[in-house]
């Protein structure tokens, strides 16, 4: 199993482009979800899914949009980027049982 | 709404060094509670957890022990290692099996490094 594959891994961006940061879990889980991390505050939530075609927003929604299509995959769409949005971004799925898998990071920077 | 607050870092130990980072939350009814690890350059990793109050989370060497009388749940280990340096979060999640949407509440994480 590959868990939960991000992708790109590095990403840098002009302040007004748009991207898609890509995500996808090969284990069947029904929740995904997309957190930032910025130094000194943690991981926040940004969006959330319990299953394909339902999608809530988290702490911190404004600027991104999520949606949901099929049980894998969970992209995160960046419509008009930011320098706020330089952060590295972190997509996880979940099982009650196991509780969360994380994948490795995308780090953004908007310049 | 939920939080978790714990130790500022970095901290800096010598190998073989006891290691304790504190960590307290606030939460209405039951939480789980987490400890996730992060090497660098990767991802967050599950190093503990425990579901309810008085259980004992366990792996690798560390320990911690959710306390509902002092809503804390500090991280231990006793004699820590060069490859124990890492970012350490303390985590909270509502209750398993509400048929709600479950959440992780993160702490802002502490810096431990670890030197020979």
């Not at chain 1, 957190?35 to 404004?62: F, K």
């Not at chain 1, 008009?80 to 994948?103: H, I």
Request: net charge negative; with cysteine.
């Amino acid at each position: 199993n590959a868990g939960v594959t991000q992708t790109p891994k590095f990403q840098v961006l002009k302040t007004g482009q748009s991207m898609t940061l890509q995500c996808a879990q090969d284990m069947n889980h029904e929740y995904m979800s997309w957190y930032r991390q910025d130094p000194g505050m943690g991981l926040r939530l940004i969006h959330y899914s319990v299953g394909a075609g339902i999608t809530d927003q988290g702490e911190v929604p404004n600027g991104y949009n999520v949606s949901r299509s099929t049980t894998e995959d969970f992209p995160l769409r960046l419509l008009s980027a930011a320098p706020s949005q330089t952060s590295v971004y972190f997509c996880a799925s979940r099982t009650p049982l196991y509780g969360y898998t994380f994948g490795s990071g995308t780090r953004l920077t908007v310049v | 709404g939920d939080s978790v607050t714990q130790m500022e870092g970095p901290v800096t130990l010598s190998e073989e060094a006891f290691l304790t980072i504190n960590c307290t939350y606030t939460a209405t009814g039951y939480p789980s509670l987490f400890w996730y690890v992060q090497y660098p350059g990767e991802g967050l990793q599950l190093l503990l957890k425990a579901t309810k109050a008085d259980d004992k989370g366990s792996n690798k060497g560390f320990e911690a022990t959710y306390r509902k009388e002092t809503t804390s749940f500090h991280l231990e280990k006793g004699s820590v290692q060069v490859s124990d340096s890492a970012v350490y979060f303390c985590a909270l999640s509502d209750e398993w099996g509400t048929g709600t949407a479950s959440k992780l509440t993160f702490g802002t994480g502490t810096r431990l490094q670890v030197t020979l």
